[in-house]
Nanobody, 120 residues
């Protein structure tokens, strides 16, 4: 089993910054990709950003230039630095990890979610 523990959410004013962290632990042979999705009230869950084990990143158009994803392979941890936040970024942010518990097998694991609220 694999556990993802997220931290760093909270309330921030428009224009402010937050940094989310997500640490994976458990039965991990290797991690292919880690990243973040978000879900706002009444909306579908959407991709925010991902990073592969090789360091390749992918961002939603809505966050390009404002958010930066990074990872620490030794700690199985992914970070999301969020700058210039606006009310449209308000959502529950979910960490995802594509994990190989052993060679040849791959599963997606999700964190419990952390609330980010951007409001004055």
């Amino acid at each position: 089993q694999v556990q993802l523990v997220e931290s760093g959410g909270g309330l921030v004013q428009p224009g402010g910054s937050l940094r989310l962290s997500c640490a994976a632990s458990g039965s991990i042979f290797s991690i292919n990709t880690m990243g973040w999705y978000r879900q706002a009230p009444g909306k579908e869950r959407e991709l925010v950003a991902t990073i592969t084990s090789g360091g390749s990143t992918n961002y939603a158009d809505s966050v390009k230039g404002r958010f930066t994803i990074s990872g620490d392979g030794a700690k199985n941890t992914v970070y999301l630095q969020m700058n210039s936040l606006n009310p449209e970024d308000t959502a529950v942010y979910y960490c995802i990890a594509v994990v190989r518990p052993k060679a040849g097998v791959q599963y997606d694991y999700w964190g419990q979610g952390t609330q980010v609220t951007v409001s004055s």
